[in-house]
């Protein structure tokens, strides 16, 4: 094989990267913590993106964009959600280079050209688009405004890891506008179903619909819900997050409306976002040993045909062939691809298309068309099948709605299995250390038992799950009364 | 009428605001120089940039990311595109804010948090990107690479306008890497064609195709072409460029590649681009003192179908029609919009939509009902019909298409009148001032007469035409020598 994966079991963290990187998902660039999407792992972010803003557009939503740059007097306008986004802020201070005095061909910033008021790089948009908002909201008929925007945006983070946790990403960030409180909470679940929609019906991973905890909370939000997905190493992953922002940014940009009766109200609001981190999310997920494996539905390509012969005259015959079934398989819109690039061996590519997590291959020569078959290898059991050549678009159609259900079934499996219940402190620390996954435990209700458990297992509460069953119990951690269950895990 | 739009005659640069901002392309924002695109002017770029984004797919390129950021080291490696870009860039210099210890709830840079280098904002990314290409080319077997992304980029400009020249806008910049110069050549005008093509083809917007004089030039560029088109105040506006960059920017970040030969030899590098300024110039180049015009095939609605009724038993058996309607022009992919708001009378949806450029009105009443008719309105015309009902989606369906030629025809018709022969220097202003548009006229080749032509009358050479004509003559400034006209003009 061309390109050595380290395995998940010697080093989990290595065997990501090693994914994303020799996978060409991304790469790594020049500036601190920002990467390179490579065209690969772009085509397959169209693939999630088109599909959500399919989702949205059909539930009402319509895109715009708003600028990267928020001052810094609206960025501290809601305190709180600046206090949260403050200490990881790229900030603009000159809009000027001059040429360096002292060092010929170099450039130095020209500190006359300094603005008089910092501008913030938008770590979420808020700020910026609730002040515009303030201008397009006078009365109940203004209302509900419901805009997304894709965008980029920028949080300084000191640790970095590519898509999980990058200084910019690419993401997509709803912001909704209400006359009532019950429209807007009724938006917030609406997206987070549509979320959750997306990643078990799309990206085939199963996730768990809660509440955060005060602690966990967006910060300037009333409440935050949430997707919570667990990857192969027992770690969660917060996949989607749908805020309920009450009227606070209403009141800090003062954004009211007349309603019927003619009386000023301040807004409510909602706002909601997924990013390229869901990409980590569906590596870490999926994969296993040799590489990507890819959902259908989403994968950039979906089957890829390579052809196996010695001389023109066998390649001629078998090229003939493909053409024929390549124009089946897209008139039935699968996304497929003929290597027959005579640079490579067909072993080298087998190896290559298990590393980019190509759904199903098909694998044909000279031998097989003399018997009217093909070799067909899906990539997430890796079975391999002689099928007839007769029919065979179809059998792919079907074939590829297989993959995408037991990808689905199988994550669904593994996480179902990992969630487990503690019932005092021992059995979660041995949960935690030993199996993994999301732990059902009684906790007091405070921050500060939740603060003191995150210090000592570094586990967080990771939701309350919506449709949480009421029981009776004792904290895990202090013995104080509980009324439910809450889902601990360490988190990516 | 609810929105007064200032007349063309009256003044020609607030008509244009006021179209953009009545029409809801666009909003002001609290970011000096930096603009919202509301959800209508989305919607249109959307249109534009997914057909864009087909016609790069469709002739081999790919999408991909690229950092927002741009190391200071890295930006100054060319020399020339950085001494270009210098003095209107915005800098990132510190990543953190904090807690204000003079005033509560404010926030102030921290000091302590400052970049090591300092971070440009991309004003375009070939430095990024070719600084990521090293890594990607080693042998001739890696080229070419044709990549695509669409980002936002920041040019600080002092004076801005919207779409037409804003801090923040967004943009396509492909940078694709040649093993020759002749493929690389190839590549530049091939997609200096695609833009032709785009803007003839869908934005009904005739242009010139031509290669820019060296003072015109792109910063780094070996050549640079452009589609220049003209709007109806006589003034051109340059559409798009393609930029043949030789082997500039692989010299400057040292990116060789063995050839078959396994000679190490640098890399061929094209870029090209077009932004959100395309609708400035759809806008400035169609529409009349009503509102907007926009062409069907990019229009993000395409027929709007207003109700005029009286009582709820005629809404209803119009409603039934206008369904049926609806459903026949969805079958025919038809973007269509049935407005029976009640807040709002036929009257004033008139005004508004024809405000919005929306190319077909069908006005519907009781009485046309009883008639089997129904009143067809189109924008660019603004002649009405009444026309049957039975076969109405396939009449639509043909006046979009003739509305989309008509508009070309009508701005070809205006563009080729307004191309003027300027035989020495006394016509040449008067045709400047008198009736502007393009000029062709003698230019003795040098920089420096160029550079007094425009200081003298701010008319600058937009283009030399790609099939322009040889001919023997003189300068209109200097009297030196020349064997081609170029075309001159004031321009956006």
Redesign the interface.
């Known amino acids: 094989m061309s390109k050595e994966i380290t395995s998940r079991a010697a080093d989990y963290s290595q065997w990501y990267n090693d994914l994303v990187i020799k996978g060409e998902l991304a790469?790594y660039?020049?500036?601190r913590g920002?990467?390179?999407?490579?065209?690969y792992?772009?085509?397959l972010?169209?693939n999630m993106r088109d599909t959500l803003d399919r989702m949205f557009k059909d539930t009402g939503h319509?895109?715009?964009?708003?600028?990267?740059?928020?001052?810094?007097s609206?960025?501290?306008a809601e305190?709180k959600n600046?206090?949260g986004f403050?200490?990881?802020?790229?900030?603009?201070?000159?809009?000027?280079?001059?040429?360096d005095p002292d060092k010929k061909?170099?450039?130095i910033?020209d500190t006359e050209a300094k603005l008089e008021e910092?501008?913030?790089?938008r770590p979420t948009s808020e700020a910026?688009i609730w002040?515009?908002y303030k201008?397009?909201i006078q009365s109940y008929?203004d209302l509900p405004l419901l805009?997304n925007q894709w965008?980029?945006v920028?949080r300084?983070e000191m640790r970095t890891r590519l898509f999980l946790r990058t200084a910019?990403f690419?993401w997509q960030e709803g912001h909704t506008a209400h006359a009532t409180k019950e429209e807007a909470l009724e938006e917030t679940i609406k997206m987070l179903d549509v979320y959750a929609d997306f990643a078990e019906n799309w990206m085939a991973l199963p996730v768990i619909k809660g509440v955060k905890t005060a602690n966990e909370r967006f910060a300037g939000a009333e409440d935050t819900y949430c997707i919570e997905a667990l990857m192969q190493d027992g770690k969660a992953l917060q996949a989607g997050t749908s805020h309920f922002l009450g009227q606070n940014f209403a009141k800090a940009f003062d954004v009211k409306f007349s309603d019927k009766e003619n009386k000023l109200e301040y807004v409510w609001a909602t706002s909601w976002g997924v990013s390229t981190r869901l990409i980590g999310a569906l590596v870490m997920a999926h994969s296993d040993d040799q590489g990507l494996i890819l959902p259908p539905k989403i994968a950039p390509l979906q089957v890829v045909i390579v052809p196996i012969y010695k001389g023109d005259e066998q390649k001629t015959a078998i090229d003939k062939k493909v053409n024929e079934i390549i124009k089946e398989l897209k008139a039935l819109s699968i996304r497929v691809k003929y290597d027959d690039n005579d640079?490579a061996r067909p072993g080298w590519k087998f190896a290559e298309y298990e590393m980019k997590g190509v759904p199903v291959r098909l694998a044909i020569g000279a031998r097989d068309l003399e018997k009217n078959v093909v070799e067909i290898a899906r990539r997430d059991t890796k079975e391999k099948n002689v099928v007839s050549l007769d029919g065979v678009a179809q059998y792919v159609n079907v074939l590829l709605g297989d993959i995408q259900q037991n990808m689905f079934n199988k994550a669904k499996l593994y996480r179902d299995e990992h969630i487990t219940q503690a019932n005092n402190w021992g059995e979660f620390e041995k949960l935690l250390d030993e199996k993994g996954g999301f732990i059902a435990a009684h906790w007091d209700g405070t921050a500060e038992t939740e603060e003191a458990i995150k210090e000592k297992t570094k586990a967080t509460i990771r939701c309350i799950p919506l449709d949480n069953q009421q029981e009776e119990g004792k904290c895990i951690l202090t013995g104080n009364p509980s009324s439910q269950r809450v889902l601990f895990a360490r988190a990516y």
Chains 1, 2 share one sequence.
């Open positions: 790469d660039s020049a500036v920002c990467m390179v999407i490579k065209p792992g772009f085509a972010w169209e319509v895109n715009a964009y708003f600028p990267l740059f928020v001052p810094k609206l960025f501290e305190e600046a206090e403050a200490k990881e802020c790229a900030i603009v201070t000159h809009y000027r280079l001059k040429a061909g170099k450039l910033v910092e501008l913030i790089i910026i002040n515009t201008g397009w008929r805009i965008a980029n920028v300084w910019e690419l640079n």
